[in-house]
C-alpha cells in the first residue's frame, strides 16, 4: 500500500506558476512510476505528466508540454509539478498517482494508488 498526499495548489493569475508536491509513504517509493493527473469539473480526468522510476524519463500530455515540468526526490520520497505559465484551462483538481510499470502511463486505470486532490484555480 502507498498513500499519496498532494499539496500546493491555490489561486494564481494567469501567466504566474505554482509548484505541486506529492509525498508518498508507505511502500518504497522508488519501485514506483509516478504520475499527475486533473480533472476539471464536467470533464473526464487527464494525464498530465510522468516520470519513471528514477527519474530518468519524462512524460507529457502535449498541453502542458514546455510549461510544466515533473521531477521527484527518492530520497524525500516526494514528486513535483512545477506549473509555470498557466492558464485558465489549467484550472481543475491536480491528483499524484502511482503505479509499478509504465504501460499505460497516460491512462487513469492503470494506476494503482491516488492522492486525495489539490485545486489548482487560474484566473483571467
Known amino acids: 500500500q502507498v498513500q499519496l498526499v498532494e499539496s500546493g495548489g491555490g489561486l494564481v493569475q494567469a501567466g504566474g506558476s505554482l509548484r505541486l508536491s506529492c509525498a508518498a509513504s508507505g511502500r518504497t517509493f522508488s519501485n514506483y512510476f509516478m504520475g499527475w493527473f486533473r480533472q476539471a469539473p464536467g470533464k473526464e480526468r487527464e494525464f498530465v505528466a510522468a516520470i519513471t522510476w528514477t527519474g530518468g524519463s519524462t512524460y507529457y500530455a502535449d498541453s502542458v508540454k514546455g510549461r510544466f515540468t515533473i521531477t521527484r526526490d527518492n530520497v524525500r520520497n516526494t514528486v513535483t509539478l512545477q506549473m509555470n505559465s498557466l492558464k485558465p484551462e489549467d484550472t481543475a483538481v491536480y491528483y499524484c498517482?502511482?503505479?509499478?510499470?509504465?504501460?499505460?502511463?497516460?491512462?487513469?486505470?492503470?494506476?494503482?494508488?491516488w492522492g486525495q486532490g489539490t485545486q489548482v484555480t487560474v484566473s483571467s
Open positions: 498517482a502511482a503505479k509499478t510499470t509504465r504501460s499505460d502511463y497516460d491512462r487513469s486505470h492503470s494506476y494503482d494508488y
